[in-house]
């Protein structure tokens, strides 16, 4: 069930491009766009911890 949450990774950064397809509105002066696919990156790596985190199979002892 957790692992399903490695979806939502994958629909910022798809489901977003039509929307933020601009270059005005400029972020830490960046275009809004390059800002978006880094927050995807950020988003991305806190969604792969947390799954790493809640993930049964890790809580196994090394063998």
């Known amino acids: 069930m957790v692992k399903l949450l490695l979806i939502i990774p994958f629909l910022f950064l798809l489901a977003g491009i ?3 397809n601009k270059i005005h509105p400029m972020v830490l002066g960046m275009p809004f ?8 990156i950020l988003l ?3 969604t792969l911890a947390v799954v790493y985190h809640f ?3 890790n809580k196994g002892e090394e063998q």
């Open 55 to 57: 993930d049964r199979q």
């Open 18 to 20: 039509p929307f933020v």
């Open 33 to 40: 766009s390059l800002f978006w696919i880094a927050a995807g």
């Open 44 to 46: 991305s790596t806190a």
